[in-house]
């Protein structure tokens, strides 16, 4: 009996030996080629085409085929998502299915009874199969539906409508168009949902890649509705309309657990509503995936080593701060070591270290968390935010009583940081001792790996922004973005960071006692080998991650 490890061995994507191991067993084959796939040592690619090949049907690569919306259309989303099939095309009087899993009987019966015609099989990559799936059913349709609905039911009972959001029926518009808003916004990777009202409509709009586009132009009757069920789904006082409130509520979408921050605004024409998506995958990064450059890692890595000392993140709101600490924490987080961390709001929730949120009304603050928090014995101290001068003298006499310090700061670049902390009144010699490294990042898009192109840049310009390091240095290759269905034809997908990581060396430290400027502290940073933001962005420029044009929208 032929198996998926033999065609592999065939294709030569696996040694002989493997024949030994398995004899023949399918239940010991899957297995095995399941563990491959987990190791690395097998793509997930290379296994769908070699169970399509034992099942003797196509193999497809999805995000190339061109897919008839005709046939997509025949089959219900929800189908496709339960059993991940997905119709590519009408042949003749049959239905061409892409199906991770070719044997999946279910399945085949299911789409053959909702298409009402026969079937053919392909086999197509699971990832690439949800991927297209996401992009093809997109809830946008169903969305402009319900805000046509809502525009054709204008005179809708407003009683009747209140009470269905507050009891949370599934079936009612409002909740079902909060619902797909949510979802579709995972869907499409978006860091906030900003829904705001105007003086004629509801704006929806995601915030993807760091920038917004608008997604949703609803009704303006149904805004009392959607902002009502939205503060109840995030435990806000409905009935406060006048001033800003904050909340959080949790939501499951494909099997995962997913953390919403919810931010209420009163504006001239209602209650403005940000939520910021917190995905709990983020706090599992590893520290390759911050993307630092070799000299920036071993830095940053002597640093956060170190059993004591104090770290900063800086950087403006929304340039990853928050993913580098907890990446960070990953590293150092160990059963022997107790971390200890007061947030607000605790954004990611890990496993092994003990998380404080700060609540204000209860009289919990930051420096009053800390003054807690340091006599629980703690190794590593993770304060959310530096925002005054009672939290910065405490974080900074932390470190130096024996305990490992991250926190954020808000400063334009790395050595701005040591002067923000004097202005801060905290003693010039406190900080040069306690500081041990300031890294500053923002984030730029990541060019789409899969459309971007090279093309060539005129080397006078390339000099002119101080991206050739000398006079008759070569151009090298650089990529534009294009845009295709992968990447919603931004030309971008994902986010890269740019970063400024600055040590803090017995020069700074003088700099620093002597209260120099950040200009001069720059400087000398920058005559030890520091690369300044733009630096890194061209470096990221060359290894082809982004963009010329997004380094410049990004870095001053």
């Known amino acids: 009996m032929t198996t998926v490890t033999d065609i592999l061995i065939i294709r030569g994507l696996l040694p002989i030996e493997s024949l030994d191991v398995l004899s023949g067993e399918p239940q010991r084959d899957e297995a095995h080629v399941r563990e491959l796939v987990t190791s690395g040592k097998l793509t997930e690619a290379q296994l769908a085409s070699a169970r399509a090949a034992l099942a003797g049907l196509p193999f497809v690569e999805l995000l190339d085929y061109p897919v008839d919306p005709e046939a997509v259309s025949l089959v219900p989303a929800g189908l496709c998502r339960r059993h991940r099939v997905l119709p590519l095309s009408i042949d003749g009087d049959s239905l061409l299915v892409a199906m991770a899993d070719p044997t999946d009987v279910l399945a085949l019966d299911d789409v053959r009874a909702a298409a009402r015609m026969p079937i053919k099989q392909a086999v197509a990559e699971s990832a690439d199969l949800l991927a297209a799936i996401q992009r093809l059913h997109r809830s946008d349709d169903e969305l402009n539906d319900l805000a046509t609905a809502f525009q054709d039911e204008h005179a809708v009972a407003e009683p009747a409508q209140s009470a269905a959001v507050e009891a949370g029926d599934d079936d009612a518009p409002i909740v079902r168009f909060v619902n ?11 860091s906030d949902v900003h829904i705001e009202p105007g003086e004629e409509s509801l704006r929806v709009r995601y915030r993807i890649d760091g920038v917004l586009h608008d997604v949703q132009q ?49 504006t001239v024409h209602g209650e403005k509503v940000v939520m910021r998506i917190l995905d709990n995958n983020a706090s599992g990064r590893s520290m390759s995936d911050l993307h630092l450059l070799d000299r920036n890692r071993d830095t940053y890595r002597s640093s956060y080593t ?82 005054d001068q009672e939290t910065a003298q405490i974080a900074i006499e932390a ?27 905290i003693e010039p010699f406190l900080v040069g001792s306690a500081l041990d490294c300031v890294v500053a990042q923002r984030l730029a898009r990541r060019l789409c790996q899969r459309c971007k192109q090279p093309y060539e840049h005129s080397t006078e310009e ?7 390091s000398a006079p008759d240095e070569q151009p090298p290759a650089l990529y534009k973005p294009v845009g295709c269905t992968s990447c919603s034809g931004t030309g971008y997908r994902g986010r890269v960071a740019v970063h400024e990581v600055m040590a803090v060396t017995e020069e700074i430290e003088r700099l620093a006692v002597s209260r120099a400027s950040s200009a001069e502290i720059g400087r000398t940073a920058r005559e030890q080998g520091m690369l300044t933001l733009r630096q890194d962005g061209w470096a990221k420029v060359r290894l082809g991650l982004t963009s010329i044009e997004e380094v410049l929208r990004v870095v001053a």
Not at 231 to 254: V, Y
């Open 306 to 387: 170190k059993p004591y000392g104090m770290i900063l993140v800086t950087g403006p709101t929304g340039s990853g701060k928050s993913t580098t600490l907890y990446t960070t924490l990953q590293e150092v987080s160990k059963p022997e070591i107790n971390v200890i961390t007061v947030e607000d709001p605790v954004e990611y929730r890990m496993a092994g270290v003990n998380q404080v949120q700060v609540n204000p009304k209860a009289g919990l603050t930051f420096a009053s968390a800390l003054r807690s928090i340091l006599r629980a014995d703690p190794d590593v101290v993770l304060i959310g935010e530096i925002r």
């Open 218 to 266: 609803a009704p303006r009757n149904i805004q009392n509705g959607v902002i009502s069920r939205l503060k109840i789904m995030a435990d806000i006082n409905i009935a406060e309309r006048r001033k800003p409130q904050d909340g959080r509520m949790a939501i499951m979408h494909a099997g995962r657990k997913i953390d919403l921050r919810v931010a209420t605004l009163p």
């Open 399 to 425: 470190s130096l009583t024996g305990h490992l310090v991250l926190s954020t700061l808000h400063t334009n670049d790395a050595p701005s940081a040591v002067t923000r902390l004097i202005e801060m009144d």
């Open 180 to 190: 797909l808003l949510i979802s579709q916004a995972i869907q499409d990777q978006a």
């Open 462 to 468: 390339l000099q002119l922004l101080g991206f050739l």
